[in-house]
Every structure is written in structure tokens, then in C-alpha cells.
């Protein structure tokens, strides 16, 4: 490699670049060197001089992660920013041997092929100027600025995970360049696990051959860990492994027909436990339960009495900010609820069938807001973004009041027979503890998230509040990361969730792909120099 060449990529990391040490985990890390590789070469001849002089990479799209995994803690940092190749792929593309990376559930289909660096925002757009707004990319991830590289590499979801399922059920096909700049285009359906044995190799000759950790995922909405079970489609060892096995390059992304109609409302309870919880009396149980409906809902999601007190505030002191209705006081929780049909007709059936499931759980046609248009539609769906944002606001002005106050943040999920226990746990430990706190969130997948807003004196009893919580929401059989991933703040809790040996296993399977765990040092777990398989 020419070293004019590898200078003109590789630059010393200086002030300008600080944006580059964190991301929206509020972590802060430090580099000594940083590139914006535009193609798969640069990037692979980037990775060639690192792993030759043993330098450490950490990765970096959007930097929209919450565990952080894009924070680096020397080395090198790579950016993929430059990265905004895009194409439709019409009627899908082949394999070398002819192969269809993917047979569908749909009659018909489309396909976009993107590198890293294209934001969800940017996808959603280019989707919709080449097909008429008739297909989309159905995951929705909740931050529309997340790359794709970082939604492949952290399995990212959203609200309507409930419905579609995460990024991992898109993926036809991704371009991975490896810790030792070999490279490898893996489609979906082509390379299979022999059992737990698996056995890869790159064009430039580089062989990875090994077997694959031997626990077993949760039957629960997980992005802790990597994916694996006998026989699996290797395509989903790299979904989710949060940029330690290799640099997801450029992915081949699988987009389904729109629906005509998609409708939005949101139900208001005045009294707790009346909207997400008490066994077949909480509403969002009762609509799942409702087989006419279950079909029908792209999204339930949960908000609690301190949630919508924080946006009762924030649309009293700027009403610009929130565009939806004011919420009355009396409203103590609430269910936002996405409704899809094929016609206005199918929808206000659907409607009446939501109406009398609120009646069921104790709730009133009369406290309800349906959203018949786009406009009201993208109003109620902000509701679920400006939370966290409340959240991050409100502590924001503490801060500016001279208050040393922080937040702390769950991702935890758990089986359907256990939701009411989480909830129940949770309350009651953090009105024992005296915290300030809301919950909210996707309670359709029984995931929640608690925040805590603490002072700086309590942030040390939260920390170990949730500690105690992902040891038994992992003795329940739940993940302690249902969607953010683990990165670099939760490695303890995947400790708790699988066990030492288990994540042993991980350590040495990575160990595998990248020797000397130069790739994302530090995410998921603590590097050791020896492997653990």
C-alpha cells in the first residue's frame, strides 16, 4: 500500500473532529486518528494498514446510538458518512449461482441497494420518489437520521416492530469488509451454519471457520448479543453485532407494498392500570387479544401519567413544539394505536371493533383522538418522540439551573405472561426509592422504557435499580436490550443476561473474524487477548 495514499485517508484526530468522540449516549471517548472512507476499497485499505500496525477502529454512521457503541476509546475512528450510494433493485437481484437473495411473503416486491451511510430519512425519500409512494421500508426505526450500516449493525426497530419486525427481516444481502480488509458479499439463503459449525471464505482467501456460541436467545424482542441458532442463515451473525465481526459496507434492503390507509389514534384513561395493564382488563392486552384487530395494528404504544404530564408541560410552555391537542389533567395514562387498511371502510370497521375495546378497559369513545388525516396522523405520532425529548429537555434546564441531574434509561423486554410483573416491579421499586421517573413506549411487544431523572446523589441507587431489574427480567426468560443494544454501557447486563461462559463463547467467536479485537474494542464485552470457544 502506498503510503501517500493511506495518509491522504487516514488524518490525525484533532479539535475539529469532536463531534466524532461521542454519540447520543452522552459518552465521551477519544481518538487519535480518523478517516471518511467513500467506497468499500478505501475502507478495506483502511483496515489493512490498521490491522498491519495492530490499531483499534471503532465505526461510526449517524451516531444515533443510545448504548455507545459509536463512542471510541482510542485508536482510530472510521466514519461512513460519506458512504450515500443508493439504487433500486428492481425485481430483486441474483446471486453469482442464480439465486434470488429473497422469495418474499408479498406478491410483489422491491428492493433498495444501499451503502452505509444512507440515513432512513434518505431511504424513505428515494423509496418514495421512484415508486409513487407505493412500497416503503417497513421497520421505522424511531430516529429517521439512523444509518442504514448502524440499523443493520444494531438490529434497530421502532414502533412498528410490533407488526413488521425488526431491520433483520429486510436484509436480503450485505457487503462486510473484515478486520483484515478481505471482503465479502453475503446474500441471504446462501451460507448456512452446519449445526453450530460455520465456515466462511472472502475472496482475497481469508477463512473463517469456527462454531457459534451455544446459548439460546429469548423468545422475546432482543438486540442483546449476537443472533445465533443451529443451521442459521449466517446473513444474521452480522445483524446486530454491533460493528465487532466486520463493517457492514452496503446492504441489499427489501421494501413491501404500502398500505392505502393507514389511520392513527390515541386513547386517554383517567385511571391507572387501565390502559396497559391488569390481565385481560389492561387495553392494549384486550387488543391484542382481539383476533379481528391483532392483523390490523402496525404499533401500540404506551405512555404513563409522569409521560404525559412532561408533554402537558412542554405544550403549555411551547405550543409550536407540539402540534397535537392539549391533554387534559384528569388524563392519568394513554395508547397510541396505528390502524392499517386497504380502504376507509376497512378502517372504520376496524375503529369500531378499537372503540369497544376501550369501553372493555374501563376508557371512554369521548377520550379518544383519531387521526384522519396526515396532518393530525404525524401530530399523535409525535407524542412518542417528544417523550424522550421531554426527558432530555427538562433535565437540560435543570442543568442551566446550576442542579447536577442526569438521566438513566431501560431497554428491557419480556414475555407476553410476564408483562403485568415487570410493570408492577418496576413502580413499585421506584416509588420505594423516591425517584422522579416516566414510562413508555412499545407495550405491544411488552417493552417499556423507564427513565429516571435523578440528582446526581441517586444516580449511584438507579444504576443498581437496574442492575436488579436485568437480573430478573433475564430469570424471566427477557432480554435486557430489546432494541439499543448493548454497546459499551450494558456489558454487565449481558453478563447477568447469558452468563460468563456464554459471553466467553461471543468474545471467542469474534476472536475468530478479528484476532486481535481490533473491530468495535470494548462493545458487547471487555476484549480479552485469548479466545474462549
Known amino acids: 500500500m502506498e503510503k ?63 448504548g455507545g457503541g459509536a463512542v471510541p476509546l482510542g485508536g482510530h475512528v ?16 441474483e446471486t453469482r449461482e442464480g439465486r434470488r437473495y429473497h422469495e418474499g411473503p408479498y406478491e410483489e416486491e422491491r428492493s433498495v441497494v444501499v451503502q452505509s451511510g444512507v440515513t432512513l430519512k434518505e431511504i424513505e425519500a428515494f423509496v418514495r420518489a421512484k415508486t409513487g409512494d407505493r ?34 427481516n429486510y436484509v436480503q444481502r450485505i457487503k462486510v469488509v473484515f478486520a483484515d480488509g478481505s471482503a465479502l458479499d453475503i446474500p441471504r439463503g446462501f451460507y448456512f451454519a452446519k449445526g453450530r459449525d460455520f465456515y466462511l471464505k472472502t475472496d482475497e482467501g481469508s477463512v473463517f471457520a469456527g462454531k457459534l456460541p451455544f446459548y439460546l436467545m429469548p423468545a422475546v424482542k432482543n438486540a ?58 389492561g387495553f392494549s392486552r384486550i387488543l391484542r387479544d382481539c383476533p379481528a384487530l391483532r ?31 392539549c391533554i387534559e389533567p384528569s388524563f392519568q395514562e394513554a395508547v397510541f394505536v396505528e390502524i392499517r387498511g386497504e ?23 369521548e377520550d379518544t383522538w383519531v387521526a384522519m388525516n396526515d396532518i393530525d396522523f404525524q401530530s399523535f405520532k409525535q407524542l412518542s418522540h417528544a417523550t424522550p425529548e421531554c426527558v432530555n429537555r427538562l433535565i437540560s434546564q435543570k442543568k442551566q439551573q446550576g442542579l447536577n441531574i442526569t438521566k438513566l434509561g431501560s431497554d428491557m423486554s419480556v414475555r407476553d405472561d410476564r408483562l403485568e410483573d415487570v410493570v408492577r416491579m418496576y413502580r413499585r421499586d421506584l416509588e420505594k426509592g423516591g425517584f422522579r421517573y416516566v414510562m413508555f413506549g412499545h407495550i405491544g411487544n411488552n417493552h417499556l422504557h423507564v427513565n429516571i431523572i435523578s440528582q446526581s446523589e441517586e444516580y449511584a441507587r438507579g444504576k443498581a435499580l437496574f442492575g436488579k431489574w436485568a437480573g430478573m427480567v433475564a430469570a424471566w426468560n427477557g432480554s435486557v436490550s430489546a432494541e439499543h443494544g448493548v454497546g459499551k454501557l450494558k456489558k454487565a447486563y449481558l453478563i447477568t443476561m447469558y452468563g460468563a461462559q456464554y459471553v466467553g463463547q461471543m468474545r471467542g467467536m469474534k476472536g475468530i473474524f478479528d484476532p486481535k479485537g481490533l473491530l468495535g474494542r470494548d462493545n458487547l464485552f471487555d476484549w480479552k487477548e485469548e479466545n474462549d470457544i
Open 78 to 93: 472510521m466514519s461512513l458518512e460519506r458512504m450515500k450510494g443508493i439504487k433500486m433493485a428492481e425485481g430483486g437481484e
Open 135 to 168: 412500497f416503503f421500508f417497513p421497520p421505522d426505526p424511531t430516529e429517521t437520521t439512523a444509518s442504514a450500516g448502524g440499523m443493520i449493525a444494531c438490529n434497530s426497530s421502532g414502533a412498528r416492530t410490533y407488526c413488521y419486525g425488526p431491520v433483520r
Open 295 to 325: 392483523r390490523k395494528l402496525l404499533s401500540i404504544e404506551y405512555f404513563d401519567k409522569g409521560s404525559l404530564a412532561l408533554l402537558r408541560e412542554r405544550k403549555e410552555e411551547d405550543p409550536a413544539s407540539l402540534s397535537a391537542p
Open 343 to 365: 380502504s376507509k371502510e376497512e378502517i372504520l370497521r376496524s375503529l369500531e371493533q378499537v372503540g369497544s375495546c376501550i369501553q372493555e378497559a374501563g376508557g371512554r369513545q
Open 224 to 281: 442483546a448479543g449476537y443472533f445465533v441458532n443451529s443451521r442459521m442463515d449466517l446473513i444474521d451473525l452480522f445483524i446486530g453485532s454491533e460493528g465487532t465481526l466486520g463493517i457492514i459496507v452496503e446492504a441489499q434492503l427489501r421494501l413491501i407494498p404500502k398500505p392505502k390507509e393507514i389511520w392513527g389514534l390515541v386513547a386517554f384513561f383517567e385511571g391507572e392500570g387501565k390502559a396497559g395493564l391488569g390481565k385481560g382488563v
Open 4 to 66: 501517500g495514499n493511506i495518509n491522504r485517508l487516514i488524518r490525525p484526530l484533532t479539535e475539529d473532529h469532536e463531534e466524532y468522540l461521542r454519540d447520543e449516549s452522552r459518552k465521551t471517548g477519544f481518538g487519535e486518528s480518523i478517516s471518511f472512507p467513500a467506497s468499500q476499497e478505501e475502507i478495506s485499505q483502511i483496515m489493512k494498514y490498521c490491522f498491519a500496525h495492530d490499531i483499534t477502529v471503532t465505526v461510526q454512521g449517524s451516531r444515533t446510538g443510545v
